[in-house]
């Protein structure tokens, strides 16, 4: 299984901001994907980051809002901009290695906007 | 359109019995099934997956069940443990969609009762 590290663990934004959550995953992952999970809901793809290019965002998702970075194979961010109270949600970053189909999955970013 | 379901948000269950969380899909170009456990403030953990080529898999306390042709799987935990009690999500993916992203269940509480 990957190791998959997030940072910040929480915190607590003003309405207006906003916020960078950053991810790192050990070198057996190749493919890495933001996942959205707002309270009492599912988990629900935002987007899949790319390497070195612009990430492919999922349907209601958009760069505006949800730019992410992705410079190199291990490392990749997600900025929620703008935020106001409905992006309240625990952010994840997941990672998939070379020919598998499991996704492995950091400890989350939980975000309360006030 | 929940492609995805879990009609059971929550289930209780005696230690040392069986637990069945059962999942329905819709979308028959899904090919590759996982449970997830979660813990409050974690990520989720990887439990067990199945291909759709499959009708069982087995890995130590836990099976997970695969009907294809009732777009049903069922995980089965014996003897369920009381560091189950977690939330269990189902989830999906479909080579046919190239990035084979995770299309994941609403989740379903199990609750072990000591």
């Known amino acids: 299984s990957a190791v998959i590290s997030q940072k910040p663990s929480r915190d607590i934004c003003q309405r207006g901001t906003s916020l960078t959550i950053q991810c790192q995953v050990d070198?057996?992952?190749?493919?890495m994907f933001w996942y959205r999970q707002q309270p009492g809901q599912s988990l629900t793809l935002i987007a899949t980051?790319?390497?070195?290019?612009?990430?492919?965002?999922e349907s209601g998702f958009v760069i505006d809002k949800f730019p992410i970075s992705r410079p190199n194979l291990t490392f990749s961010t997600l900025t929620v901009s703008n935020m106001s109270p409905e992006d309240s949600s625990i952010y994840l970053c997941?990672?998939?290695?070379?020919?598998?189909?499991?996704?492995?999955f950091g400890p989350g970013t939980r975000l309360t906007v006030l | 359109d929940q492609q995805v379901k879990q009609n059971s948000p929550s289930l209780s269950v005696q230690e040392g019995r069986i637990s069945i969380l059962n999942c329905d899909y819709t979308?028959?170009?899904?090919?590759?099934f996982l449970w997830y456990k979660k813990y409050p403030a974690e990520g989720p953990t990887f439990l067990i997956s199945?291909?759709?080529?499959?009708d069982k898999n087995e890995d130590g306390r836990f099976t997970v069940f695969l009907n294809k042709s009732a777009k049903h799987l069922s995980l089965h935990i014996v003897p369920s443990q009381p560091g189950d009690s977690a939330v269990y999500f189902c989830?999906?993916?479909?080579?046919?969609?190239?990035?084979?992203?995770?299309?994941f269940g609403t989740g379903t509480r199990l609750t072990i009762i000591p």
């Open positions: 989830a999906a993916s479909a080579a046919y969609f190239g990035n084979e992203k995770l299309t």
């Open positions: 070198s057996q992952v190749t493919m």
């Open positions: 979308n028959s170009m899904f090919d590759y």
């Open positions: 997941s990672g998939r290695g070379q020919g598998a189909r499991a996704q492995y």
């Open positions: 980051a790319n390497q070195g290019s612009e990430a492919t965002y």
């Open positions: 199945i291909s759709s080529i499959k």
